[in-house]
């Protein structure tokens, strides 16, 4: 890790209190805790544009699981993506709905393809992938 660097930023004061406030709620000790966390999300963002990178993320998936061959055309999907996929987990969220979240690693190309046959395939009522970092690259 580097030495820290102090260095002065100018503000809209109205731009300062709003910012303030959103430390305050999300319980930052500090400015400089806060302006450090959306620098490294920039970064992270950064990150996924070079797909051919190893990345890391979540999917979130909700489906109706009595819903035709919809939870076996989940599983074949996932079956074919053993490389990628490293965590299944399952929940039954009532007597229809189900969620399932998985956990990705590899390449960016690979986990955005994957997720997006997930999302896509007839019957998934919501998808999200969450984009994270392996941490290599983030100080």
């Given at each position: 890790m580097?030495?820290?660097?102090r260095?002065?930023i100018s503000?809209?004061?109205?731009?300062l209190?709003?910012?303030?406030?959103l430390?305050?709620e999300?319980?930052?000790?500090?400015?400089?805790?806060?302006?450090?966390?959306?620098?490294?999300?920039?970064?992270?963002?950064?990150?996924?544009?070079?797909l051919?990178k190893?990345?890391v993320?979540?999917?979130?998936l909700?489906?109706?699981?009595?819903?035709?061959?919809?939870?076996?055309?989940?599983?074949?999907?996932?079956?074919?993506?053993?490389?990628?996929?490293t965590?299944?987990?399952?929940?039954?969220l009532?007597?229809?709905?189900?969620m399932?979240?998985?956990?990705?690693?590899?390449e960016?190309?690979?986990?955005?393809?994957?997720?997006?046959?997930?999302?896509?395939?007839?019957?998934?009522?919501?998808?999200?992938l969450s984009?994270?970092?392996?941490g290599?690259?983030?100080?």
């Amino acid at each position: 890790m580097g030495k820290t660097i102090r260095f002065g930023i100018s503000l809209d004061s109205e731009l300062l209190d709003k910012f303030d406030a959103l430390c305050e709620e999300k319980c930052y000790q500090t400015r400089s805790e806060a302006i450090r966390d959306l620098i490294r999300n920039t970064l992270v963002e950064e990150e996924w544009k070079d797909l051919n990178k190893e990345m890391v993320g979540t999917l979130t998936l909700v489906y109706d699981h009595h819903q035709s061959d919809l939870a076996q055309k989940i599983t074949e999907i996932q079956h074919n993506a053993l490389d990628v996929i490293t965590v299944s987990m399952h929940v039954h969220l009532d007597h229809h709905n189900c969620m399932e979240v998985l956990i990705l690693r590899g390449e960016g190309e690979h986990i955005r393809q994957t997720s997006q046959r997930l999302i896509s395939t007839k019957g998934v009522k919501y998808g999200k992938l969450s984009l994270s970092t392996t941490g290599k690259e983030i100080i």
